[in-house]
């Protein structure tokens, strides 16, 4: 099974910092946190194994958030030696939809997206874990409309 560092990495590597398309901590967390959320929803099972927890800014997986936290509101350097062999065609081919999808956004109109979201309504007030049945149930809804 692939990380959220593997995830992280991917739509690292996918950015274009010449054109200005760049990634921050904040936005990040959000891209990952909607690759976990729909391919729980399409495939039935988690995309990767480290938990999404509800903070003041949305939904972050605190591992990723520590190893890019030295980078602020900065973008994060881009990945320039991905290990592709680690994902399938089906996972590449769903991580490119997702990032073509929400990287057009930038991390604050993401931030906002999942504020108006159930799992991190839920979950808020405790900054507490976001169940992986939570996302399920919420993204097999958005899948299904």
């Known amino acids: 099974m692939l990380s959220c560092h593997d995830i992280a990495d991917y739509f690292l590597a996918k950015q274009d910092e010449d054109s200005g398309d760049t990634i921050s901590n904040l936005k990040l967390q959000k891209l990952v946190y909607y690759a976990q959320g729909y391919y729980l929803a399409i495939f039935d099972k988690p995309l990767f194994n480290e938990e999404i927890e509800a ?33 399938d065609d089906e996972v590449q081919g769903f991580l490119d939809e997702v990032y073509d999808v929400f990287n057009q956004f930038s991390g604050w109109t993401l931030r906002n997206m999942t504020h108006e979201e159930l799992p991190w309504k839920q979950h808020e007030a405790t900054a507490s874990v976001i169940p992986k049945n939570t996302l399920l149930d919420f993204f097999k809804l958005r899948v299904n409309k």
């Open 55 to 87: 903070w003041t800014h949305g939904p972050v997986v605190p591992e990723l958030y520590h190893r890019f936290k030295e980078h602020g509101a900065t973008s994060i350097p881009a990945i320039s030696d991905l290990d592709i062999s680690k994902f």
